[in-house]
C-alpha cells in the first residue's frame, strides 16, 4: 500500500495517477522537481514527514496552508523556469485551441504529480539518496507504476526531462509502453544504461551542449524544451521530424535560435563607456577589523545593472543589457560591500562572449576592482554536478587561474551530493588526487596565487579525512563544499571534525555558506572565510523576505511588468483579464507606489491599488495585505542610507523586472555586509537575538569551546 495520499485516488485536480480519467491529451511533458522554490519557510516539509504517512502530510499542509503552490509554479530552478517560458509560449500560441499541453511534476516528496495540484513547501531529492533508499522510497511513492500509467495514455508528442537521479526511481525496462513518440532528454552516462525503448528517442546533454547554447548544465533540459515548444508552437508537424533519428535535434534548435535574433526587433546594444572603469577604494575600507576572524565573498554571476535605467518608462539606456553599458555593486557604493570576489569558471566562460572578455582582461579589469583585491576561483562544481568526470584537468585550471591572474584558486573538485553509492568513492577520491596533482604542479611552477585545496564528502569523518591528507600534502588553505543545504549544525559537526585533524594554522573556507545566525559559532569554529550569494538572490526569490533591512526583513511590492513577465501574462491566460486591463491595473499600482513615496497618496489607497493587480497575478496568490502594508507603513527605503535606496528611492522596493530587483539584490548585500561584521564584533542584531536557531547555534558553541 502506498504511504501518500495523493497515489491511487481518482482525479479531481489535485491527483496525478487515475491518468484513464484525464481527457487524451497530445503534447505530455514530464520534468522533475528542484530545491528552489517561490516560498520557503523553516517549517517546511522534508522528507521525514512524507514517510511518516498520508495522515501528518495533510495536517501538515494544513499548517502551511498559505504558502501552498501549484507543482507549475512553486518550482525556481534554472530547468523549471526555463520549461516553463516555452510552456507559457505554446500555450499563448496560435495552437493552443487544437493542441493541449500537459505538464507533471516528478517529485521526490509527492511522487509525480500534475502542473495544477497545490503543494507544500519541502526539502526532499533523490539526489542525495543512496542507491537502495532511493529504490525503496520510489516505490513507497508508487513512482514507477505512476510513470507506467501516465507515458501508457494515447498522445501526439512526449517530453521528458529528467536527470540520473530522476530516471532511476522510474525503474525503466524494455516492459514500459510509451503512447506516442517520446523526446528523452538525459545525460551522457545515464543514456548507455537505458534499455532499449520502443517509440522513445534518447538525446544527451553534457557540458559541451551546455556552452553550445550558454546555459548552465543544470538548466539545459529546461533551454532545449524552451525553445522545442517554442518551435512547435508556430510548426506542430515537426513532430515527426524531430523523432526521426537523422534529424540533428540540437541543430534544428540552434539554428532556430540563430534566425530569431536576426529577426528580433529589440533595441540594438550600445555600449556606455563611462561604465568602464576601475573603481578606486578608501584606505579606510582596506583595515576593516572583522577580516581578522572572518572574511566575506560574494560569488559572480552577472549581476550588473544600467546605471541610467529609466524606471518611470522601464527602458534601458544601452538599449539592451551588457557589460559595456552596465555596472557590478560595488561601482554604485562608495566601497566593496564584501571582503572579495569569487568566481567560477563555468560561470565565466557560460558565453562566448564573456569567455573572450574576461581571458583578454584578466578577473580584476573584467570586474572593475584594483589589482590587490582579492579574487578566488573555483570551477563551480554544481554546473557539472551529473557528468561522470569534471570537464577541466588541472593542469588546465592550473594554467586559467594564472593567465586570468587570480589571487586564490580551488582545486579541482567533484560534488559528492549527487553520486550514488557507487560514484561516492569515487569523486571523492578523484577529489582528494586532483588536489594532490594541483599542489605538486603549482608548487613546480613557482606560481605566486595561494592555492587552496576542495574537500568533499559525505559526513564529519570522510570530510575530516580528506582535510589531515591535505595538511600532509603542504595545504595552508582548505575550502569545504558541498554543504549548501545542510544547516549549520551539521557544518558544525564537520567543521569540529576536521579541526580534529587540521592545526588553526590552516584556513578553512566554507564554500556556498554564509549565515548571519550562525557567523560568530562559524568563526570560532575555525572558518576563516565564507561565500554566499543568498542576501542577493533572495531579493527575486523570496516573497516576504525580498527587502533586507537593520530591523528585519521586509516584502517588496510585486508590479510584474505586463506584456513581458511570465504573471502578468498569467492574468490573461487564466484571470480572463485582456491585455488593456492589465496595463491598466499595472499603471495604477506603479502610479499608487510612487504616489505614497512623494507622500501625495494614502497607504491604504496605494494599498488598494496594489492588491487589486495582485489578486490577479496567480489564482491562488497568498494574502499579501499585512506583508504590503507593513512595508507602505515603514517606508524602509527611506531609513536605509545607502546610495542606492537614497537615488532610486521606492523603486528600489518595487518587485519587477532586473533592474529594480538587483538593484535591491545590492542593498541586501550592503545590508548583510554591515550586519556580518557588527555581529563579528560581538553586538547584538534585534531581530536575530530570539531565534530559535541561533540559541542552538549558542548551545553548539558552547558545547565546542568544552571540546
Not at 554571476?301 to 535605467?309: G, H
Request: aromatic fraction near 8%; glycine fraction near 6%; proline fraction near 4%.
Amino acid at each position: 500500500m502506498s504511504l501518500v495520499p495523493w497515489v491511487g485516488t481518482s482525479y479531481s485536480g489535485d491527483s496525478p495517477n487515475d491518468f484513464q480519467s484525464h481527457p487524451a491529451v497530445q503534447i505530455l511533458t514530464l520534468t522533475s522537481c528542484t530545491g528552489e522554490k517561490a516560498v520557503e519557510n523553516p517549517q517546511q516539509l522534508v522528507l521525514d514527514d512524507f514517510q511518516r504517512g498520508a495522515a501528518h502530510v495533510i495536517k501538515r499542509e494544513g499548517e502551511l496552508k498559505e504558502l501552498l503552490r501549484t507543482a507549475g509554479e512553486i518550482y525556481t530552478g534554472e530547468q523549471h523556469v526555463r520549461l516553463m517560458r516555452g510552456v507559457t509560449a505554446f500555450r499563448q500560441s496560435a495552437t493552443a485551441g487544437t493542441t493541449r499541453l500537459d505538464l507533471h511534476v516528478l517529485s521526490a516528496g509527492y511522487g509525480i504529480i500534475p502542473e495544477n495540484r497545490r503543494i507544500a513547501p519541502y526539502e526532499c531529492t533523490f539526489a542525495t539518496m543512496k542507491t537502495k533508499e532511493l529504490a525503496d522510497w520510489a516505490k513507497a511513492l508508487d513512482v514507477p507504476e505512476a510513470f507506467r500509467k501516465l507515458v501508457a495514455q494515447h498522445y501526439d508528442f512526449g517530453l521528458i526531462l529528467l536527470g540520473d537521479n530522476y530516471l532511476k526511481p522510474c525503474a525503466l525496462d524494455v516492459a514500459v509502453k510509451f503512447g506516442g513518440p517520446t523526446l528523452l532528454l538525459c545525460g551522457t552516462g545515464m543514456a548507455k544504461k537505458l534499455p532499449r525503448l520502443a517509440n522513445v528517442r534518447v538525446v544527451t546533454l553534457s557540458n559541451l551542449e551546455a556552452k553550445r547554447f550558454s546555459c548552465a548544465l543544470i538548466g539545459l533540459k529546461g533551454e532545449i524544451a524552451k525553445r522545442l515548444l517554442e518551435k512547435l508552437a508556430i510548426e506542430p508537424e515537426l513532430i515527426s521530424k524531430i523523432m526521426d533519428p537523422t534529424t540533428d535535434v540540437l541543430a534544428l534548435l540552434d539554428v532556430d535560435a540563430v534566425a530569431f535574433a536576426k529577426k528580433s526587433t529589440r533595441t540594438a546594444m550600445r555600449a556606455n563607456a563611462s561604465v568602464d572603469r576601475v573603481i578606486n577604494i578608501p584606505d579606510s575600507w582596506w583595515q576593516k577589523p572583522h577580516r581578522s576572524k572572518l572574511r566575506y565573498f560574494i560569488p559572480e554571476w552577472d549581476d550588473l545593472v544600467d546605471p541610467d535605467y529609466d524606471f518611470r518608462n522601464d527602458t534601458h539606456s544601452g538599449g539592451t543589457g551588457d557589460w559595456s553599458n552596465q555596472v557590478y555593486a560595488h561601482q554604485m557604493y562608495p566601497e566593496p560591500n564584501y571582503d572579495g570576489l569569487l568566481v567560477s569558471r563555468a560561470v565565466a566562460e557560460k558565453s562566448k562572449k564573456k569567455k573572450e572578455r574576461i581571458n583578454a582582461l584578466g578577473v580584476h579589469r573584467f570586474l572593475r576592482v584594483p589589482r590587490q583585491y582579492p579574487i578566488m576561483g573555483d570551477c563551480g562544481a554544481f554546473d557539472y554536478i551529473m557528468q561522470e568526470r569534471p570537464p577541466y584537468t588541472t593542469e588546465d585550471v592550473l594554467d586559467y587561474y594564472t593567465r586570468l591572474d587570480f589571487d586564490l584558486g580551488v582545486s579541482v573538485d567533484h560534488l559528492i551530493v549527487s553520486a550514488t553509492e557507487a560514484q561516492k568513492q569515487f569523486r571523492y577520491d578523484l577529489t582528494i588526487q586532483n588536489a594532490e596533482e594541483f599542489l605538486k604542479q603549482h608548487h613546480k611552477a613557482g606560481l605566486k596565487w595561494e592555492p587552496i585545496g576542495a574537500v568533499q564528502g559525505w559526513d564529519a569523518e570522510s570530510y575530516a579525512s580528506a582535510a589531515e591528507q591535505y595538511v600532509k600534502m603542504g595545504y595552508r588553505y582548505l575550502a569545504l563544499g558541498g554543504m549548501v543545504r545542510s544547516n549549520s549544525r551539521e557544518i558544525l559537526q564537520v567543521v569540529r571534525k576536521v579541526r580534529e585533524k587540521v592545526p588553526m594554522n590552516v584556513r578553512i573556507h566554507l564554500l556556498g555558506v554564509a549565515r548571519l545566525d550562525a557567523l560568530n559559532t562559524f568563526a570560532e569554529a575555525g572558518i576563516q572565510s565564507v561565500d554566499s550569494a543568498s542576501f542577493l538572490r533572495q531579493a527575486w526569490m523570496r516573497i516576504n523576505q525580498s527587502y533586507t533591512s537593520f530591523d528585519g526583513p521586509y516584502a517588496a511590492l510585486r508590479i510584474p511588468e505586463a506584456g513581458k513577465s511570465f504573471r502578468a501574462k498569467h492574468m490573461e491566460e487564466h484571470g480572463g483579464l485582456t491585455q488593456d486591463k492589465v496595463t491598466r491595473l499595472e499603471q495604477e499600482a506603479l502610479r499608487a507606489v510612487r504616489g505614497l513615496g512623494q507622500r501625495s497618496v494614502s497607504i491604504e489607497a496605494c494599498l488598494a491599488a496594489l492588491l487589486e493587480y495582485d489578486q490577479f497575478v496567480t489564482s491562488d496568490r497568498v494574502d499579501m495585505t499585512d506583508a504590503y502594508r507593513r512595508t507602505l507603513t515603514d517606508r524602509p527605503w527611506e531609513k536605509c542610507g545607502c546610495a542606492i535606496c537614497e537615488s532610486s528611492g521606492v523603486e528600489v522596493a518595487i518587485f519587477r523586472g532586473n533592474n529594480r530587483n538587483r538593484r535591491r539584490g545590492f542593498h541586501n548585500t550592503y545590508v548583510f555586509y554591515r550586519l556580518f561584521q557588527q555581529i563579528l564584533r560581538g553586538e547584538p542584531v534585534s531581530f536575530l537575538k530570539h531565534r530559535a536557531d541561533l540559541v542552538a547555534d549558542q548551545m553548539e558553541l558552547s558545547l565546542l569551546a568544552a571540546v
